[in-house]
DNA sequence: CTGAAAGCGCTTACAG
DNA sequence: CTGAAAGCGCTTACAG
């Protein structure tokens, strides 16, 4: 019982042992160099056949720590990613990271490990310093949050798009982005307007909304209870739903701000429903940007997380945090990015 | 110059020598249990402090390989993935590899690796078991396929959307898809068609492209070169710009063929200014799904690659791959799937 | 309070 | 044709 060896896993001493040959020949057979160090064709049967059968597994660690001292040793940084944004926001973001490592030769070996919302705490054991270098964590929910706060980790951890105190993260501030979102609605004359929000949020989604519900009663906009939905789901459905709730009010807002781009096909098609024209009887601003945005009819006017100086900022910010510990955590704000389409016109009214 | 020690980084054993303590020490004191082992605090802060000027890093394959016994350790896969598909498409690709591995409660630490197109080589020497148990290619060029092909490796590999001879694949049958789509336009008693295809592209993208050529041929479907137009990009202006050109002609086709979803948004633009109506003047088929075609105005008929199952099959096969040794190349071959909207109608006229 | 030794699993000179 | 030993960088009992 007191056996420490992982005894799932065969290592070649044992195929050595039971075919009484030393490690060193059943290593290079293994590594096909059995015919170059001219070991009998005989002995290397036998040692294939004996890894085959019990299905030998080299293990990747020894190996590379064998070779650290011709290779050089890579970063290995682990990417958290929640699973509902494994969609184009990791894709923009992945080539901001790769361009990146492009450009400046870093020797860097990426990790994937994409978690549920709200499940951070399961990889608790591998976020340390005998897995990673570091850790980039993007789209954590509050308690994924509180999970961190509530532990220590060895490692740097940078945070994506939260905003917090004890963490490294690099995002934007949310509070100020959902104030302009209203302050638009405000200099573009809308009374009543409309908030499509996500009943499954973090921090940052709920700052926005948050900003922009105050900033909204501040300008004297109505957004009564009436007003705001919430999607369940992030598609099309969720968005039509909740949008032909807001829109079966008898006032009609005049725009609706919709708090995640994959809601905004179906806020659309529910304006076209309740025969409202975007943007001559509604106008729509939306959270999130995707390319078909613009050139959908009609174009949609958006605001977005810099994703690719999300990737940017991050990887730079892991890299000084690894090299050298830093005590108070680094913060970086960049500026949320609008795009001005069709579906909602810029600050000029 | 003998020098075979990677002078470059600092290890443990250095720390120890400078200050004159044990390495076992300086393991302590870095690992924050000084206090706990009572290490003088004089000496955890000379250790810190040197640890610090050396910027020095642990090294994670000793750190794993020493916990190997404890821990179980994890069959690492290598995703090798095409820079320009670093989109939805591969977001789709990891959701299925995520669910797999969540459902059979894998332990898989998955590397992801993007590559520029015919670039592939560049990571010759990391494809082997020194670095990973298995690798998983996707969108690669014929180039990529020719390097793959001079070059032996020692562990499993599997191609995303390829077919070929030497290697395990994941696929559909190219030509049969491009047949498809001719044959869909015959059914649908078109006579002249266009052809929007994309200058870069691998193999598969070039069946498809002749199995479709060839079979208008063989329906009677015309398809001179003035139909065809080729997208330098994988964007909406590429697309506008190749659409312009095949509706230039005298003769308007009354369907398009479109060989990349990203170009499909400038087609539809293209159509408008054409002053056509889809579907009603001319159909519009597009390869490559997305879920905003599903409420463009109007929605877009799509013919798509499997990208889930072929990550849940990729995965399976490359376990089996890495547990039992296989010489013949195991080659699956899955079944696209027809999106049918309203941009074109089904195989009924 | 700290050092010396063993060992994680592997590969590679070296010796015979 | 093959074995015994050293060592990659690290941590952890054990000894003192």
Redesign the pocket.
């Known amino acids: 019982m007191e056996n ?3 005894t799932a ?5 044992q195929i ?1 042992e039971l075919l ?9 057979v ?2 096909g ?1 059995g015919d170059q ?8 049967k036998r040692i294939q056949d004996m890894a085959k059968e019990l299905k ?4 990747i ?3 590379r ?5 011709e290779e050089e ?1 890579p970063y290995i940084i682990a990417l958290f990613w929640r699973e509902e944004y494994l969609d184009d926001l990791l894709g923009q973001f992945l080539k901001g990271l790769y361009h990146m490592i492009q450009q400046n030769d870093l020797n860097i070996e990426l990790v994937l490990q994409p978690y549920d919302f709200g499940n951070l705490e399961k990889y608790k054991s591998s976020i340390n ?2 897995h990673f270098n570091g850790a980039i964590i993007g789209g954590i929910s509050n308690d994924d949050q509180l999970f961190l706060e509530q532990n220590e980790f060895d490692i740097p951890i940078v945070l994506i798009g939260r905003d917090t105190k004890k963490y490294n993260s690099v995002n934007i501030d949310y509070y100020e982005a959902g104030e302009s979102c209203a302050n638009l609605f405000f200099v573009r004359n809308h009374k009543t307007v409309g908030l499509l929000g996500l009943s499954t949020k973090g921090k940052s989604v709920q700052l926005v909304e948050l900003a922009f519900k105050e900033t909204c009663m501040e300008r004297n906009i109505h957004i009564d209870t009436n007003y705001i939905s919430y999607c369940a789901q992030r598609d099309f459905i969720s968005g039509y739903e909740s949008a032909m709730k807001i829109l079966s009010n008898e006032i009609k807002p005049t725009a609706i701000f919709v708090m995640d781009g994959r809601n905004a096909g179906g806020v659309l098609k529910a304006c076209k429903m309740a025969d409202l024209n975007v943007p001559k009887d509604i106008e729509i601003l939306v959270f999130g940007d995707n390319e078909y945005f613009s050139y959908s009819d009609p174009t949609i006017t958006t605001i977005q997380q810099p994703m690719v100086q999300f990737a940017e900022r991050s990887l730079n910010m892991i890299l000084v945090l690894i090299k050298n510990k830093v005590d108070i955590p680094m913060i970086q704000e960049l500026t949320p990015i609008f795009n001005f389409r069709e579906s909602c016109g810029g600050y000029t009214a």
């Open positions: 420490k060896k992982n896993t065969v290592q070649i001493k050595a009484g040959v030393s490690s060193g020949t059943v290593s290079i293994l590594n160099r160090m001219r070991i009998s064709k005989t002995t290397q030998y597994q080299p293990n660690y020894a190996r720590l064998r070779k650290s001292a040793v310093s005998n």
